[in-house]
């Protein structure tokens, strides 16, 4: 097996992973079932990095219909052990507008009815893993540190609601997120972070937000249109810093 030094989940928006270069595509089976699509392995600035596009590279999978569990396995059986999930999101609170990158410290998990453990199974050993962190603090770490190398601006907290998705949220279920302490909301970071913890992989989130949550902008709609630019523009940073990540 070959030694991957970062694996990287891309959310809406983000389906390659710009400047990976000689890459090789890799149809992972699990035995959770089929990841959402190939494992694109390359080299980026010198290391080797894995890409998986969370959604499916056509973006055809919605956020409650994604295998997140054959999703980690198949990345941590191509050799991977630290997970870095892009995650776009909608901020609530004032420090996380349109355009900011965010290395989130905390989440809150309002998603229902998906497969959020490896213990599904009957037989299958039941698992109780510590989430009082619920990102890997080591991982968050080196995160801020190749953020600060490569001069890309980055938040440095804040906790993440899941929602269940896929429509966007009312008003009033972004003022009771907010009530919650949540300062961005997205629909696919659990049971995905979870999942993570009990696979054993190092896991952090970098949420890019695409928007303000319902409620917390101008009272404009919220098309898809705004949340593709958005996190187009925000995300040039991006291949540096993951190379930087990846070689620390
Ligand atoms: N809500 C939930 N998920 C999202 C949003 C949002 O406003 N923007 C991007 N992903």
Same mark, same amino acid.
């Given at each position: 097996?070959? =030694?991957?030094?970062?694996?990287? $989940? &891309? !959310?809406t928006g983000v389906y390659k992973l710009a400047q990976l270069d000689d890459v090789s595509s890799h149809q992972v089976q699990t035995r959770y079932g089929t990841p959402s699509g190939p494992i694109r392995v390359g080299t980026l600035l010198g290391q080797r990095v894995?890409?998986?596009?969370? =959604? !499916?590279? !056509? =973006?055809s999978l919605p956020p409650h219909k994604i295998n997140y569990r054959a999703n980690l396995a198949a990345l941590q059986q191509i050799g991977a052990q630290r997970v870095l999930?892009?995650?776009?999101? +909608? &901020?609530i609170t004032e420090l996380f507008g349109p355009r900011v990158l965010a290395c989130? *410290?905390?989440? $809150? *998990?309002?998603?229902? !009815? #998906?497969?959020?453990?490896?213990?599904?199974?009957p037989g299958t050993d039941v698992l109780h893993v510590d989430f009082g962190h619920p990102y890997t603090p080591m991982? #968050?770490?080196?995160?801020?540190?190749?953020?600060?190398v490569t001069g890309v601006r980055l938040q440095d907290g804040g906790c993440y609601g899941a929602?269940?998705?896929p429509r966007l949220e009312t008003n009033a279920e $972004?003022?009771?997120? #907010?009530?919650?302490?949540?300062d961005l909301v997205g629909m696919t970071g659990m049971p995905e972070a979870s999942l993570a913890r009990e696979l054993g992989l190092d896991y952090a989130c970098l949420a890019i937000v695409?928007?303000?949550?319902? +409620?917390? &902008?101008? &009272? *404009?709609e919220i098309t898809m249109a705004e949340v593709l630019a958005n996190v187009d523009a925000a995300s040039s940073g991006l291949p540096e810093l993951i190379g930087e990540l990846a070689r620390g």
């Amino acid at each position: 097996m070959e =030694h991957i030094s970062l694996a990287v $989940i &891309g !959310g809406t928006g983000v389906y390659k992973l710009a400047q990976l270069d000689d890459v090789s595509s890799h149809q992972v089976q699990t035995r959770y079932g089929t990841p959402s699509g190939p494992i694109r392995v390359g080299t980026l600035l010198g290391q080797r990095v894995a890409f998986l596009a969370r =959604h !499916g590279e !056509g =973006h055809s999978l919605p956020p409650h219909k994604i295998n997140y569990r054959a999703n980690l396995a198949a990345l941590q059986q191509i050799g991977a052990q630290r997970v870095l999930a892009l995650n776009t999101v +909608g &901020g609530i609170t004032e420090l996380f507008g349109p355009r900011v990158l965010a290395c989130p *410290d905390q989440l $809150i *998990d309002y998603t229902w !009815g #998906r497969i959020s453990t490896l213990c599904e199974e009957p037989g299958t050993d039941v698992l109780h893993v510590d989430f009082g962190h619920p990102y890997t603090p080591m991982l #968050r770490s080196k995160v801020l540190a190749a953020a600060k190398v490569t001069g890309v601006r980055l938040q440095d907290g804040g906790c993440y609601g899941a929602t269940q998705g896929p429509r966007l949220e009312t008003n009033a279920e $972004i003022a009771r997120m #907010r009530r919650d302490g949540c300062d961005l909301v997205g629909m696919t970071g659990m049971p995905e972070a979870s999942l993570a913890r009990e696979l054993g992989l190092d896991y952090a989130c970098l949420a890019i937000v695409a928007n303000w949550a319902a +409620g917390c &902008g101008d &009272g *404009d709609e919220i098309t898809m249109a705004e949340v593709l630019a958005n996190v187009d523009a925000a995300s040039s940073g991006l291949p540096e810093l993951i190379g930087e990540l990846a070689r620390g």
